[in-house]
C-alpha cells in the first residue's frame, strides 16, 4: 500500500476517526515529514510509536508540529541494549528523551517486559535512569505477547517477574 493509497484511505475518514498512529518497525526510518504534513492537513492527530533511535527525524516532525503523543519505548538498560536490540543506539534513544522531557513533550515511555530478557533489576535501574533524567510521568511496562511470527523468534517467558520488587519511584502502569 502507497501512502497515496493510505492518504486517499483517511480522506474518506475525515470526521469519522480522530487521528492516526504510526508504528510498526520503526516507523522513523520512513521519510514521514510530507506524510504527517498531508495526514494534518486533513485535521487529524498524530501519534507516533517509536525507538527513538531516530533522533534527528524526531526533532524535526516536533519542531514542525507534526506529531501529537509520542510512545518512546525502552527497549532496554545500556548494559544490555545492544544484546536485547542488536543495534548500538542506546545514546539515540537518550538524547530523544531528553529532547522530549526538555520541551515537555506529549509523552509517554513504555517498556515491554520479556522476563527472560529483562529482570526486575534491570526495570529498577531503568526507573531509576528515567527519574535522573528527570521524566516524571507514569512508566508503562507491558508484558511481551508471544505471537507465531515475531522478531527474535522469541517464545513466552520461563521466569516469572515480581512486581513487588519494583522501586515506586515512579508510577508503574501495567499493560497486558
Not at 66 to 85: G, M, N, Q, V
Not at 92 to 102: A, H, K, M, Q, V
Not at 140 to 163: P, R, W, Y
Request: charged residues 25%.
Amino acid at each position: 500500500m502507497s501512502l497515496n493509497d493510505v492518504l486517499f484511505f483517511l480522506k474518506k475518514r475525515v470526521g469519522l476517526l480522530d487521528g492516526v498512529v504510526l508504528s510498526g518497525g520503526e516507523a522513523t526510518g520512513h521519510n514521514l515529514i510530507s506524510f504527517c504534513k498531508e495526514v494534518k492537513k486533513l485535521g487529524f492527530l498524530i501519534k507516533l510509536d517509536t525507538n527513538g533511535t531516530n533522533f534527528k527525524e524526531i526533532q524535526v516532525l516536533i519542531k514542525l508540529n507534526l506529531l501529537d503523543f509520542i510512545s518512546l519505548d525502552f527497549k532496554a538498560p545500556k548494559y544490555k541494549f545492544s544484546k536485547i536490540t542488536h543495534s548500538d543506539k542506546f545514546d539515540l534513544f537518550s538524547n530523544t528523551l531528553d529532547f522530549l522531557i526538555s520541551k515537555s513533550f506529549n509523552f509517554e515511555v513504555r517498556t515491554t517486559l520479556h522476563r527472560d530478557l529483562l529482570n526486575e533489576e534491570d526495570i529498577n535501574f531503568m526507573i531509576n535512569y528515567l527519574k535522573n533524567r528527570g521524566y516524571s510521568k507514569s512508566y508503562f511496562l507491558q508484558n511481551f505477547l508471544e505471537t507465531e511470527d515475531n522478531i527474535g523468534g522469541l517464545k513466552a517467558s520461563i521466569l516469572k517477574f515480581n512486581k513487588s520488587k519494583l522501586l515506586s519511584d515512579l508510577k508503574i502502569i501495567w499493560r497486558d
